[in-house]
């Protein structure tokens, strides 16, 4: 389902009547948040992906970061997975169910977390995922509806998986440059949020299937701000343009561009390439964080001592301009 159908839909859904439901579904968040007591609240999310390598334990990985993800794009802590998988026994066997699930069992554990048991089910095709639960204190989780006027935006991770995976299937790109992309996919952001958490973090979220344009549009609409983006900032990852400008793309862009064209202006010329990247579908993307202006500089030397080596400051919030949600500069 596109950004735009998925948008109408919970749209028409009945609003949380609960108040311990801190984080519902009603900003596009990457996860819920439930109070639990004063002092503790769960945050709760599902996610599930198709295989974007044929290896099974590198895609094993690859699903429990993107999964994980969004508990620390929430500022939260993972404690308990359960397996989400559809998996077509007849055709693949058993040591390839295997091999998934001991990527996401390392990635599970890296990630402090433990895995408590799931489902599977029969399918056509290898699906995997993870239901994570995990806690965070109820008044510090970070959601992506507080980015307010004058905040800088910090990005962790380069853009462009989504194209590279599908070159690759045509065998264009090089395999130094997938290598690079799949070692980015399967870093977690563990690190970068406990880096976060030491500053004033006013709203964050993940950059996944929406891609880096859907999810700041999601930032913006939820602030009700304007997200001034810097493009030649933003992290790229290397031979992602090239394919574009091959005329490689991936299936979800053009529902990815539904969502935002209508709000994004242009103070810039972008080649239909560089127009491409904004939309690209990623999976286990970084992190896209809104803090005070006067905290951004010591944040990003922060995630680069960390071994956040991307972090980059890529725009700044500033007050609603009527209907533009996103002016690329």
């Avoid at 699903?63 to 794009?73: I, Q, T, Y």
């Avoid at 040591?95 to 554990?109: H, M, N, P, R, S």
């Avoid at 958490?197 to 930032?219: I, K, L, N, P, Y």
């Avoid at 991307?310 to 301009?321: I, L, S, T």
């Amino acid at each position: 389902m596109s950004p735009v159908g998925l948008a109408k839909l919970l749209s028409r859904l009945p609003s949380k009547n609960d108040p311990n439901l801190l984080v519902g579904f009603e900003t596009s968040d990457d996860a819920a948040v439930y109070r639990l007591d004063d002092e503790r609240a769960l945050v709760l999310t599902a996610d599930i992906i198709t295989p974007p390598v044929d290896d099974p334990v590198l895609f094993g990985q690859i699903a429990a970061a993107n999964a994980l993800s969004d508990v620390f794009a929430m500022g939260g802590k993972p404690l308990a997975c359960l397996n989400l998988i559809g998996f077509p026994s007849r055709d693949l066997g058993a040591d390839v169910l295997a091999g998934i699930v001991e990527g996401a069992l390392e990635k599970i554990t890296e990630a402090g977390a433990v895995l408590a048991g799931g489902h599977t089910t029969d399918d056509e095709e290898p699906k995997f995922g993870l239901s994570v639960t995990g806690i965070v204190h109820p008044e510090r989780y970070w959601g992506n509806a507080g980015a307010q006027p004058g905040d800088v935006l910090i990005m962790t991770k380069p853009i462009g998986s989504g194209v590279l995976f599908n070159a690759n299937l045509n065998k264009l790109v090089s395999a130094e440059a997938m290598d690079t992309c799949i070692e980015t996919l399967t870093t977690l952001n563990k690190t970068a949020a406990e880096v976060f958490a030491r500053f004033d973090v006013h709203s964050a979220t993940d950059v996944t299937g929406f891609g880096f344009g859907g999810h700041a549009f999601e930032m913006a609409e939820g602030s009700k701000a304007t997200l001034a983006i810097d493009f030649g900032s933003i992290p790229i990852m290397a031979e992602a343009l090239d394919m574009y400008q091959k005329g490689v793309t991936t299936g979800v862009n053009a529902a990815n561009h539904e969502q935002i064209d209508a709000s994004i202006r242009f103070d810039r010329d972008l080649s239909l390439a560089e127009q491409e990247i904004l939309v690209d579908p990623q999976t286990s993307g970084g992190l896209l964080v809104a803090l005070p202006a006067s905290e951004g500089e010591a944040a990003i030397a922060a995630l680069k001592a960390a071994g956040v080596s991307a972090a980059c400051q890529v725009g700044v919030v500033e007050p609603r301009d009527a209907d533009t949600a996103l002016a690329i500069r």
